[in-house]
């Protein structure tokens, strides 16, 4: 948090400088086109200049949500006399990390190597050929916070590269070679995996387990929806065993506390970036796509565990505020909220939550005599509820965020009434709230369209269209779909586009953009059994595989042998924020390959799998999404197979029984005779001979297509899905 609270706006107020990034598209580039820093966009031009003139380049990343990189936008980009500094010393060009993951992931591979720790903004200096040789993150514009002024670094830099030029240029090569023969060494490596691997990650989860609050280690404290996957998945494999109720409890404790907590909206659905604190009460306000995505599932696959209602709350109100507010009016979900906003219409001032906060003076005014039971059940304070040590700004006092600090049971208790009543007093109060909250200035909007984030959602949507049975989501990740089909990609080169804002960029996809899609595109087959997106999978995973398979050593290049622009070609190997683009590739290839039956597709998941062998041996809880993927190569996978037409309502009923079980390591297909069966069982001969029976819609459960006798009755099949 700081104390300057700058705008978020696409088009800052002093616009009497303007620059070449008010030609792009991306909204973080636009909010810095009226600058004075003479920026370039990352591209030839700006590399030409600088080996032209041999000056160094200062390349400066960030995104358009991102609450310190709008601080030291304001502090030193808008700045005249640091501008001047930039100007004349440097080549200075300005990277959306969400555009271009590839340059944000070379470089912060080198600050994280050369510092211990990474983030944004970052800022790097590059020789004229794009080797780095400093770099750190926010630089505040004078001595403070333990870091030295930004206008002072860049001084001195300029007076190093004009005194040790060749020097800085000899070290440069060198840090970039070091970092060429760590990726090869990663490469490499060679490492046996079993399912030890599985014991060690639990037992490093648990190590960092926040029993009381949930979560993983102490503030600031991020949701990490892979570890929640892993975790899920560890249950599954033995439920009755001490660690794997463990496994669940550290799961489902962490939902519930965060579903709780400041973290989560209460009023407009959906969850911010981080807490600040390690109860989940104050966030980083931002809201991400790939947050809701990922955490929609999480909090799906603990409803289909428990059938407990509040988790299947908690996916609804996060899948209505994507709807609501997040989709683009042609289908394609939009990237990201800011955390800053005004204060009020027409007025400058802008603080971090102001769209989201309250004073118990504005609540109480708004909600009358419900008021009471609201400020007990969300913890609304009359000097506000921000905890000791979490607002260092001060920026909260007298102002409340929202949290449940009291469960239903306890209010109704409290206020000697039902807990329907306090149910239908709250929601009626919640929904006074968020009419009122409307009017407020929204923050700004990322309205860029990633291909990546929209696969994350596309599955979020069709999946929760599966369990939930809810038409709504189902069109709505169709939509999606076709937008993605439509606008970001390429039908004759069988290539994704990175990202679509005002027309698409022409940034091709990279690793995770197919990786993510392809799994949308599976989990969205699974909702409509319409075959064209599992067609469409098919294509996107052998475009894939021909521009970023590591045939030598397996896994997956982050970007294609073609792009020349950045000095390293890396795989991820960590699930972060993200999962790798690995990681989901290895369960996309295999759950393909029971789909066409296709050994190569198979063998190409596990190779996979095994090129990661050495980073599981030595950390396995940094890669939990690789650990799915391992436990699905290693599992027992199923195919359900209903054969039927869809329209049926018996074969409803069978298709709805599948869907109430948490069954990871399964596929699910339709036999209806008709295209789509044609085209799965090209490969496959149980699936062409799959029928109804008597009459009668059927299911059939096989492991490697070979079939227990199929059954018509829902009750005969909830105890063939039952048996491990």
Request: contains cysteine; proline residues 5%; aromatic residues 10%.
């Amino acid at each position: 948090m700081s104390p300057i609270q700058p705008a978020a706006e696409v088009s800052p107020a002093h616009t009497e400088h303007t620059n070449r990034l008010a030609s792009e598209k991306s909204p973080y580039l636009l909010q810095h086109a009226h600058n004075p820093v003479d920026w370039y966009s990352w591209g030839e031009e700006a590399f030409v200049k600088a080996r032209r003139e041999n000056k160094p380049i200062f390349l400066s990343v960030g995104y358009s949500t991102c609450h310190w990189c709008h601080v030291m936008a304001h502090e030193s980009f808008e700045n005249e006399e640091t501008s001047a500094i930039m100007n004349r010393e440097f080549v200075n060009i300005k990277v959306d990390r969400e555009e271009r993951p590839d340059v944000d992931r070379v470089y912060m591979t080198f600050v994280q190597a050369t510092t211990g720790s990474g983030g944004w903004p970052m800022s790097v200096w590059l020789t004229p050929d794009l080797k780095p040789f400093v770099g750190g993150t926010y630089f505040p514009p004078a001595d403070r916070y333990g870091q030295p002024g930004f206008k002072k670094v860049l001084e001195r830099i300029a007076v190093a590269w004009k005194q040790d030029h060749e020097k800085i240029v000899d070290q440069s090569s060198k840090i970039i070679s070091a970092l060429r023969e760590s990726q090869a060494a990663q490469s490499a490596a060679s490492a046996k995996i079993d399912n030890q691997v599985f014991d060690k990650a639990h037992e490093q989860f648990a190590r960092t387990f926040d029993e009381k609050e949930g979560g993983f280690g102490s503030a600031p404290k991020f949701p990490r929806p892979v570890a929640l996957n892993f975790l899920s998945r560890f249950y599954a494999r033995d439920p009755k065993s001490g660690t794997g109720k463990h496994a669940l409890e550290m799961d489902l404790v962490t939902l519930r506390n965060m579903a709780a907590g400041g973290i989560h909206d209460h009023l407009g659905g959906g969850f911010h970036r981080y807490s600040v604190d390690r109860h989940w009460h104050v966030p980083h306000f931002e809201k991400m796509l790939y947050d809701q995505a990922q955490l929609t599932v999480a909090y799906l696959d603990a409803f289909q565990i428990t059938q407990d209602r509040q988790y299947e709350s908690v996916v609804r109100d996060s899948l209505d505020y994507v709807g609501r507010d997040m989709t683009s009016k042609n289908g394609g979900f939009f990237s990201a909220e800011d955390a800053d906003s005004l204060f009020e219409h027409g007025k400058p001032e802008h603080g971090e939550g102001a769209f989201y906060i309250w004073t118990k003076k504005e609540i109480d005014g708004a909600l009358g005599d419900a008021a009471e039971i609201f400020d007990f059940h969300y913890g609304v304070q009359p000097h506000g509820n921000a905890p000791e040590g979490s607002d260092p700004q001060d920026e909260f006092r007298e102002r409340n965020i929202l949290i449940e600090r009291h469960p239903i049971a306890e209010t109704a208790k409290h206020f000697k009434k039902s807990e329907e009543e306090i149910r239908q007093s709250l929601a009626r109060s919640r929904e006074k709230l968020l009419s009122i909250r409307a009017k407020r200035p929204r923050p700004h909007l990322d309205d860029k369209i990633i291909s990546a984030w929209n696969g994350l959602m596309i599955s979020a949507f069709a999946r929760a269209a599966q369990a939930l049975d809810e038409p709504r989501y189902l069109e709505l990740a169709t939509n999606a779909a076709k937008f993605i089909r439509e606008h970001l990609y390429d039908e004759s080169r069988k290539v994704l586009y990175r990202n679509y804002r005002e027309g698409r960029s022409e940034i091709e996809g990279f690793a995770d953009d197919y990786a993510f899609v392809i799994q949308g595109l599976i989990d969205l087959y699974e909702a409509s059994f319409d075959v064209k997106w599992l067609k469409v999978a098919v294509e996107l995973q052998a475009t894939q595989d021909r521009l970023f398979f590591d045939e030598q050593n397996g896994g997956y290049f982050s970007t294609s042998e073609k792009e020349s622009s950045v000095p390293l070609r890396m795989k991820d190997d960590n699930d972060s924020a993200e999962p790798a683009a690995s990681s989901i590739a290895a369960i996309n290839l295999l759950r393909l390959a029971q789909f066409r039956d296709d050994k190569q597709l198979e063998d190409r998941g596990r190779k996979t799998i095994d090129a990661f062998a050495p980073a599981l041996s030595h950390f396995a809880s940094a890669m939990p999404q690789m650990l799915v993927a391992l436990d699905y190569s290693l599992g027992k996978s199923r195919q359900i197979v209903i054969a039927g037409k869809l329209d049926d309502p018996a074969a409803k009923t069978l298709l709805t029984e599948v869907q109430r079980h948490f069954l990871p390591n399964k596929i699910l297909l339709v036999a209806d005779g008709a295209e789509g069966q044609k085209y799965l069982g090209e490969n496959n001969e149980a699936i062409r001979a799959m029928s109804i029976i008597d009459g009668k819609p059927a299911a059939y459960v096989c492991e490697n297509f070979t079939c227990k006798a199929p059954v018509t009755d829902p009750k005969q099949l909830a105890e063939l899905l039952s048996t491990r």
